[in-house]
Structures are given as structure tokens and as C-alpha cells.
T-cell receptor, first 111, second 112 residues
């Protein structure tokens, strides 16, 4: 089954403790992206990647890092999380002439 | 990519058709119209897309005006499960791969 898998689905952490949210797709897609969703602000793009070793900033990249060492994985790294990064996060992937597929989301709370 | 304008909210009675409009008056000739929806904090889900002609699939129909400046997503027999936020996105098929950027969408509430 074609899917984008995010882990964990829920995470509560403390300010400053580094964390990684993983994203994996099994469709051999070139494009991958991370979004965050906050009430009243909609879905905002954090980072995206056009292919392996190619990443670029989206609209709200501050406080986040990503890497694309292999095609299927696109982890989101928060080196020093802060409470304003409490949000619902989505990973997505897209292939040649396909629509975008989204993961089920990661609800992150930073206290 | 062209900007889109959608009403912030709509409601519809269960079993009736839901017609969701989208304005994209600055659309270019090579830009497609895509629709996604997001059901209560789940990941967005692709619905349908089109370039010029009207399109239909098992989920919905997409009607694009002749001048392509607006479109309407039609859910022919809305159910309670269709309550969601619907996003209209215009994008160019650049090299085939693309990740959408989202506006605020239309919050559709289907009531009994």
C-alpha cells in the first residue's frame, strides 16, 4: 500500500531537548516536504526536498533542520525545541505527475 | 503559482450536493487546479485535479469555467463524513513533482 509514515504520532517533550520526527515513503517519490499546522494559520511549509541531498527552506524554517540522505526518508530535526514549536506536523511526498500524499501527522507538545 | 480565493465556510444538508467555489483569476495557461481536503486534523487527501476540461472521479466532480478563472468542486451527495476543510490549489506541473502550498481553504459542514 502506498503510504507516507510519520513517527511518532504524539510526542511531549521539554524545552531544549533535541528530537527527531521521522518520515518515510514507499512510493519512490522525488519530492518530500514538511508542514506545520496551527489553529487559524493553516498549513505552512517548513522545508522541502526535490531529491536526495537537495533541500530548501519553506515559509517557516526557523528552528528546524532536515536531511535527505536517501530517497525514502526525510526526517525533521528540532535541535532545541521551544514551546512555540508546539504544533501538528505533516510530512508529504509527491512523484512524477502524481498528487501529494500526506502522513497522518505528528502532534508535538513542547513544555 | 496563482493565488486562490475560497469562502471560509459553507454548510450543506446531508444527501444534497455540495458546491465549493474557488476563484483563481490570475491562473496561467499551464497551471492546473487541484483540490484536497483535510478531515479533522488528519493528513490532507487528494480529491481531483483538472486543466481545462471538467473532470469527474469517484469522489467528486470539478467544473472549470471556460476562461479558467474559477472552478467549482461538486460533492454530488454529501455525507456527514464529507465534513472537512477543502483546499483549492493552482500549480504548474514543473518537472512532474510538486508539493502543494495551502491557503485557508473552505470549512464545509454537512449537517443531518
Amino acid at each position: 500500500e502506498a503510504q507516507v509514515t510519520q513517527n511518532p504520532r504524539y510526542l511531549i517533550t521539554v524545552t531544549g531537548k533535541k528530537l527527531t520526527v521521522t518520515c518515510s515513503q514507499n512510493m519512490n517519490h522525488e519530492y518530500m516536504s514538511w508542514y506545520r499546522q496551527d489553529p487559524g494559520l493553516g498549513l505552512r511549509q517548513i522545508y522541502y526536498s526535490m531529491n536526495v541531498e537537495v533541500t530548501d527552506k519553506g515559509d517557516v524554517p526557523e528552528g528546524y533542520k532536515v536531511s535527505r540522505k536517501e530517497k525514502r526518508n526525510f526526517p525533521l530535526i528540532l535541535e532545541s525545541p521551544s514551546p512555540n514549536q508546539t504544533s501538528l506536523y505533516f510530512c508529504a511526498s509527491s512523484g512524477f505527475n502524481t498528487e501529494a500524499f500526506f502522513g497522518q501527522g505528528t502532534r508535538l507538545t513542547v513544555v | 503559482d496563482a493565488k486562490t480565493t475560497q469562502p471560509p465556510s459553507m454548510d450543506c444538508a446531508e444527501g444534497r450536493a455540495a458546491n465549493l467555489p474557488c476563484n483563481h483569476s490570475t491562473i496561467s495557461g499551464n497551471e492546473y487546479v487541484y483540490w484536497y481536503r483535510q478531515i479533522h486534523s488528519q493528513g490532507p487527501q487528494y480529491i481531483i485535479h483538472g486543466l481545462k476540461n471538467n473532470e469527474t472521479n469517484e469522489m467528486a466532480s470539478l467544473i472549470i469555467t471556460e476562461d479558467r478563472k474559477s472552478s467549482t468542486l461538486i460533492l454530488p451527495h454529501a455525507t456527514l463524513r464529507d465534513t472537512a476543510v477543502y483546499y483549492c490549489i493552482v500549480r504548474v506541473a514543473l518537472g512532474g513533482s510538486y508539493i502543494p502550498t495551502f491557503g485557508r481553504g473552505t470549512s464545509l459542514i454537512v449537517h443531518p
